[in-house]
């Protein structure tokens, strides 16, 4: 069976040669072109939506979606700004494509994060070992201060060093892959698709170094063209999710880490 589309579109001089093009690439349309109408579904295999919609942002209809199906969202705007973008990611959109794109782009896009999400729905029916390390204090932070800081790390952090470690505080961080669930201690921790893949990839390994290439591979698709800001910004939003931006360590002109837990006393934090 082909992709179905779900487009979320108030402008038919777009949806209507949108929805063409895509029928030629084998992709089957249901188009609608307001939020209300898109809340209701049938979302299909993936969600295309327009943040500019008559009866309510597209945001909140992203919120929406995202509070009842992991169905893949692509925002489609001309709201291009980064404060957008962020915002978009951050309440679960797996992509953000501004207008005007290409046709062929976008089917990429839409190909490329449903062979994502079958993937993950094959890897799931997999039991895997449960990932523990140490919780940290809270610490909150603005989505787009940390973005920005993704783009400038300390001078000091390299490769050969490891930064700053978090603090050791009662209780695990727990990652099971089998039920797609993350604890901080006995609190659970709300993430998107991507965030999850991305901190369950980081914590196949502790202390390993990812470059972004492999994480883009790994997490998006070996064939992404999209921006490698998505990457930053997704990290950006789990360090803020997990209370501490320590936890996965930037190394410049390298990749992205997770920080090794130790109990004091040295102790590993470690699976059962």
Not at 44 to 69: A, F, H, K, T
Not at 123 to 130: F, L, Y
Not at 173 to 193: H, M, S
Request: hydrophobic letters at 35%; one cysteine or more.
């Amino acid at each position: 069976m082909g992709i179905r589309v779900l487009l979320i579109e108030d402008d038919e001089t777009i949806a209507e040669p949108l929805a063409e093009g895509l029928g030629h690439f084998g992709l089957t349309v249901h188009h609608v072109t307001t939020g209300a109408e898109g809340l209701r579904g049938p979302y299909g295999d993936v969600v295309l939506l327009d943040l500019g919609l008559p009866d309510m942002d597209g945001i909140d209809v992203c919120r929406g979606i995202r509070q009842v199906s992991d169905v893949p969202v692509i925002i489609l705007s001309a709201r291009g700004e980064e404060a957008d973008r962020v915002l978009g990611l951050e309440l679960g959109a797996d992509d953000y494509l501004a207008k005007p794109f290409s046709m062929r782009e976008l089917v990429a896009r839409v190909r490329a994060v449903t062979r994502r999400t079958q993937r993950t729905g094959e890897a799931a029916d997999t039991p895997e070992p449960v990932v523990e390390r140490g919780r940290t204090e809270a610490l909150v932070e603005r989505l787009r201060a940390e973005a920005l800081a993704e783009q400038t790390p300390p001078p000091s952090l390299s490769y050969d060093e490891p930064g700053p470690q978090p603090s050791y505080a009662p209780g695990p961080l727990v990652v099971d892959r089998r039920t797609r669930q993350v604890w901080v201690g006995e609190i659970p921790v709300t993430l998107t698709p991507k965030e999850f893949e991305l901190l369950a990839l980081l914590t196949e390994d502790p202390g390993a170094v990812y470059s972004r290439q492999q994480i883009l591979d790994r997490v998006w698709d070996p064939h992404y063209e999209g921006p490698t800001k998505t990457l930053d910004v997704h990290v950006a939003s789990l360090r803020r999710k997990l209370g501490d931006p320590a936890w996965i360590q930037t190394l410049r002109g390298v990749g992205f880490r997770l920080a090794v837990q130790t109990e004091p006393g040295g102790q590993r934090v470690s699976s059962p």
